[in-house]
């Protein structure tokens, strides 16, 4: 009886031993004929306590498709690990081939991938293990309101200026491994923890991460634990967050090279202001111009600013013909200022 059990629950054991070995093929032994999409800028969630570890998102591929898995926050297998992310890269049969992330004491080559918050394509500036204790970066890690007793500073950039998110090939990055990142590869490692996978694969399962469905723009890039998808807190749909944050400082230096920018400008924002101000300038001139200063009337001044009548000028008004650049009027200057002279001193005369 128990032998005629066994065999009825062999087909279900080899079942579940084929599942876990492609599986496990995933991260292993993936290749694909096609690049997957750049790396999408965000923002990093907060930090939701003390000794977590944060892990950049990545693309994975499902064997039809690139999905994006979102960066969280994860709990190392044990203290003194540090995470290296895994990444494409190129080989020679003409495919881009899968090299898995592992936990390891030193951060290993992960192709030169600039994934942000302190993965910026060697090592990790993010922070570092001491006595037991993980030590972050305040430049790095969002804090938010946690407290967090062991944290230094040092500058570390949060994105670079590229976004591949493959090594090798047209188009990939060009990085080789250095000879600390060798002794890091050749450590031992430790795979995905059991809450990665099941971030992953509830990431697979999820259509709007999809490359197809998305055009490789996810909207869930971050989640603040690892495999929670059901609230929408921060770090879920926050793929315009770094976007909005630089708007104001490119509509006030006219770029407007981000596309959430232009509908802030299109809502005339950027160009009521300039619409108020032309006409508060032409209802001045219009009530005031034309009653009193009909008289006076600046047109003629306008022509007497060219020069070209100085004898006009002079007439009626002296001290307006001040334009003594030119020297060929001096002489007449003169004669009328004799004029004026002898008209005032016939008076002291008398």
Same mark, same amino acid.
């Given at each position: 009886?128990?032998?005629?059990?066994?065999?009825?629950?062999?087909?279900?054991?080899?079942?579940?031993?084929v599942s876990a070995l492609s599986q496990a093929a995933v991260?292993?032994?993936?290749?694909?004929?096609?690049?997957?999409?750049?790396?999408?800028?965000?923002?990093?969630?907060?930090?939701?306590?003390?000794?977590?570890?944060?892990?950049?998102?990545?693309?994975?591929?499902?064997?039809?498709?690139?999905?994006?898995?979102?960066?969280?926050?994860?709990?190392?297998?044990?203290?003194?690990?540090?995470?290296?992310?895994?990444?494409?890269?190129?080989?020679?049969?003409?495919?881009?081939?899968?090299?898995?992330?592992?936990?390891?004491?030193?951060?290993?080559?992960?192709?030169?991938?600039?994934?942000?918050?302190?993965?910026?394509?060697?090592?990790?500036?993010?922070?570092?293990?001491?006595?037991?204790?993980?030590?972050?970066?305040?430049?790095?890690?969002?804090?938010?309101?946690?407290?967090?007793?062991?944290?230094?500073?040092?500058?570390?950039?949060?994105?670079?200026?590229?976004?591949?998110?493959?090594?090798?090939?047209?188009?990939?990055?060009?990085?080789?491994?250095?000879?600390?990142?060798?002794?890091?590869?050749?450590?031992?490692?430790?795979?995905?923890?059991?809450?990665?996978?099941?971030?992953?694969?509830?990431?697979?399962?999820?259509?709007?991460?999809?490359?197809?469905?998305?055009?490789?723009?996810?909207?869930?890039?971050?989640?603040?634990?690892?495999?929670?998808?059901?609230?929408?807190?921060?770090?879920l749909h926050n793929h315009q967050t770094p976007r909005v944050?630089g708007a104001a400082p490119q509509l006030r230096s006219g770029?407007?090279?981000?596309?959430?920018?232009?509908?802030?400008?299109?809502?005339?924002?950027?160009?009521?202001?300039?619409?108020?101000?032309?006409?508060?300038?032409?209802?001045? /001139?219009? =009530? !005031? #111009?034309?009653?009193? @200063?009909?008289?006076?009337? &600046?047109?003629?001044?306008? $022509?007497?600013? %060219?020069? /070209?009548? =100085? !004898? #006009?000028?002079?007439? @009626?008004?002296?001290?307006? &013909?001040?334009?003594?650049? $030119?020297?060929? %009027?001096?002489?007449? =200057?003169? #004669?009328?200022?004799?004029?004026?002279?002898?008209? &005032?001193?016939?008076?002291?005369?008398?």
């Amino acid at each position: 009886m128990r032998y005629a059990k066994f065999l009825a629950l062999m087909p279900l054991l080899l079942l579940g031993a084929v599942s876990a070995l492609s599986q496990a093929a995933v991260d292993i032994n993936v290749s694909v004929n096609v690049a997957p999409p750049p790396i999408p800028v965000y923002d990093q969630p907060p930090l939701p306590g003390d000794g977590y570890l944060w892990t950049p998102g990545y693309w994975a591929w499902d064997g039809m498709d690139y999905y994006w898995v979102p960066g969280t926050w994860v709990e190392p297998p044990v203290s003194g690990l540090l995470w290296t992310p895994g990444y494409w890269g190129w080989n020679d049969q003409g495919s881009y081939v899968w090299n898995a992330g592992y936990w390891g004491p030193e951060v290993g080559f992960y192709g030169g991938i600039d994934y942000g918050y302190g993965y910026g394509g060697s090592g990790y500036l993010g922070g570092y293990w001491h006595g037991g204790a993980f030590f972050y970066n305040r430049s790095v890690a969002n804090f938010g309101q946690v407290h967090i007793v062991n944290v230094y500073s040092a500058p570390a950039p949060h994105w670079g200026s590229s976004h591949v998110s493959f090594n090798g090939g047209q188009g990939g990055l060009r990085a080789q491994p250095t000879a600390h990142d060798r002794v890091a590869m050749s450590q031992h490692h430790v795979e995905l923890t059991t809450q990665q996978r099941d971030h992953r694969d509830h990431a697979q399962g999820m259509r709007e991460l999809h490359a197809s469905q998305n055009g490789g723009r996810p909207q869930i890039l971050t989640t603040q634990r690892a495999a929670d998808f059901a609230h929408p807190g921060p770090g879920l749909h926050n793929h315009q967050t770094p976007r909005v944050t630089g708007a104001a400082p490119q509509l006030r230096s006219g770029e407007g090279a981000v596309a959430p920018a232009r509908p802030n400008d299109a809502a005339g924002q950027h160009f009521q202001p300039r619409e108020q101000a032309q006409p508060r300038e032409q209802a001045q /001139p219009h =009530p !005031q #111009a034309r009653a009193p @200063e009909a008289s006076h009337e &600046p047109p003629p001044a306008r $022509e007497q600013a %060219p020069r /070209p009548q =100085p !004898q #006009a000028a002079q007439h @009626e008004q002296g001290p307006r &013909p001040q334009a003594k650049p $030119e020297g060929k %009027p001096e002489g007449k =200057p003169e #004669a009328s200022h004799d004029k004026e002279r002898r008209e &005032p001193g016939d008076n002291r005369d008398r």
